[in-house]
Structure formats: C-alpha cells, structure tokens
C-alpha cells in the first residue's frame, strides 16, 4: 500500500514540474520586459536566458529573448531563437508577427508576408496583423493591396493612428490627394499636442504643397522642425513654401532660423540672398526647384 502511495506521489510530482518550471519561466520573462522598458538589454539578456534554462518550451520568453537579441544587433540569432518561437507555438499570431516584423527590416518580404499571413489565419480580426501585413505589400510596391490591409486594420480598430498614418503614405504615393489629406489629418488629431510623429507632419507637408495649399504647407513644415530640434531642412521647406504662399517675411525668418542652426546650408543662404536683393518670388502653384525632404 505504501509503495502505491509512493508511486502516486513521484507520478504528480513528475507531472507538476512542468507547471512549476513554466511558472518560474514567466515570471522571469515579466521581470526581463521591466528590463527592457529601463532600457536595461543585458539585464534581460540574463533573465531570459535564466528564463529558458528553467523552461526550454516557454514561447513567450523565446519570443522576447529573440527581440532583445535584436535590439542587441545580433540578427541571425534573433531570427533563430523566433523561428524556434514559432515553432513551438504555430498558433500564437503575437509571435508570427514578431518574426514578420524582422523579416521586413531586414528587407526579406516574401517570409515577412508568409508570417503574417499565418497570423491573419489564426484570427482575421486581428487588427495588429492587418497592420504588419499591409506594412510588407507596400514594401513590396503593391498599394491598393496595401491599402486594402490596412483599411481591415482599420475596422478592427478605428482609432488606430499607425494605421491612418500608414493609410496616408499608401494613398498619398498612389496620386490619390485628397484621400491621403483626410486620412493624415485623422491620424495627427489622435495625438497629443506636441507629441506628434515630425514624419506625419512632414507628410501632411508635402500633401498640402500638392494640393496647393502652401501656407498650410508651411507652418506644418515649421510645426515639424520645432518637433525635430530646430531641424534646418525642414525649415529650409517651411520657407520654401511661405515664397510659394507669398509670404516673404516668414520665409526671410524661416531661412534665418534655418542659418542659425546650419550656417553652411545653401539653400537657406541662397534665397535669403536673393531676398535681401527683392529678386524671387514664387507664386502659389509654382514648384519649387528643391523636393521636400522624405
């Protein structure tokens, strides 16, 4: 009797192990993504190696281990450690997307796309994976594919500025103006003041410059360069598109501030030159000979 007793006992031991290692593992993990929003890579380098020598099977904790790898700069071995992520859990659309997302900045769509389509399949309104998706066909050209995605990212999620923003950039590099105003305009209203995105006020710049709205062109130029410490190139814009609007004293001003900050740019120098001598003038609708900065 004793010896069954015993033998019960050794088989729910062997059976809560697991459950205990996981345990452990996660919390581990929890600790790890503290480190992470401190800043602290090596620091959760070290819990999560901790982490998966209690629990070679946590998903989760490879997953994240691969992210910090990554952020470390130690690509091919991040790339392992989410594909071994993968493989242990097919079915979590988090991890899929993970894997996705550093396929894509290493330039390799096609296996970007692959991950996020498996991610699509385990859960259609899955707003995230709409958004990485449509995020790999523009990379790979396919706009109205792209805007297709991210309009499902959309109706999962409405207010979801990335997605507007991403909206935006396909619309406006397909010709479509007024479609991609309306949607940048939607994306900067969900920030807060002062922490708006200088590439999304830059991309509402250069909407207004083609729908020939100038003035307007102009000031989110100047928003964009207060955003971006004073960044003499976007203020090179905003003075560009106050001649454009007809309005010297501000793009004489926005040149200054441009040669304070870049003594040496000669775009700002030349046509504060020329302006001193009363010799340009563009006129709303004329192009400028210098391209908004991307």
Same mark, same amino acid.
């Given at each position: ?28 993990? *929890?600790? &790890?993504?503290?480190? #992470? !929003?401190? /800043? $602290?890579?090596?620091? =959760?380098? @070290?819990?999560?190696?901790? +982490?998966? %020598? ?43 997307? *993970?894997? &996705?997302?550093?396929? #894509? !900045?290493? /330039? $390799?769509?096609?296996? =970007?796309? @692959?991950?996020?389509?498996? +991610?699509? %399949? ?45 909206? &935006? ?5 397909? /010709?479509?103006?007024?479609? =991609? ?5 939607? +994306? ?43 960044n003499p190139d976007l203020l090179v814009q ?29 775009i700002a120098s030349r046509y504060l030159q ?21």
């Amino acid at each position: 009797m004793a010896a069954v007793w015993l033998s019960g006992c050794n088989l729910v031991q062997r059976h809560m192990r697991p459950v205990r290692e996981l345990e452990v593992s996660r919390q581990l993990t *929890r600790e &790890a993504s503290f480190a #992470l !929003e401190r /800043g $602290d890579l090596q620091e =959760a380098d @070290r819990l999560l190696v901790e +982490a998966l %020598r209690e629990c070679k099977t946590d998903a989760e904790a490879r997953a994240l281990y691969g992210d910090v790898l990554w952020r470390l700069g130690q690509h091919e071995a991040a790339l392992q450690q989410l594909q071994w992520a993968v493989q242990q859990a097919p079915d979590l659309p988090s991890i899929q997307l *993970r894997l &996705a997302e550093k396929y #894509l !900045e290493s /330039g $390799d769509t096609g296996l =970007a796309q @692959r991950h996020t389509e498996a +991610a699509i %399949r385990h859960g259609h309104d899955n707003g995230a994976a709409w958004l990485t998706h449509g995020r790999v066909l523009q990379a790979q050209g396919k706009m109205e594919a792209a805007i297709r995605a991210y309009q499902r990212s959309l109706d999962c999620y409405p207010d979801n500025p990335d997605a507007l923003a991403s909206l &935006a950039v396909c619309y406006q590099a397909s /010709g479509q103006l007024d479609r =991609a105003l309306a949607e940048w305009q939607a +994306a900067l209203e969900k920030c807060q003041p002062g922490q708006e995105p200088v590439a999304w006020l830059v991309g509402l710049g250069q909407v207004y410059r083609q729908v020939r709205r100038p003035a307007d062109a102009a000031e989110q130029f100047a928003h964009a360069a207060e955003r971006d410490s004073g960044n003499p190139d976007l203020l090179v814009q905003a003075g560009l598109a106050w001649l454009e609007a007809g309005d010297r004293r501000a793009a004489v001003s926005s040149f200054q501030q441009a040669l304070a900050k870049a003594p040496q740019n000669p775009i700002a120098s030349r046509y504060l030159q020329e302006l001193t001598q009363n010799q340009v003038m563009l006129t709303a609708g004329e192009d400028s000979p210098f391209p908004p900065p991307q």
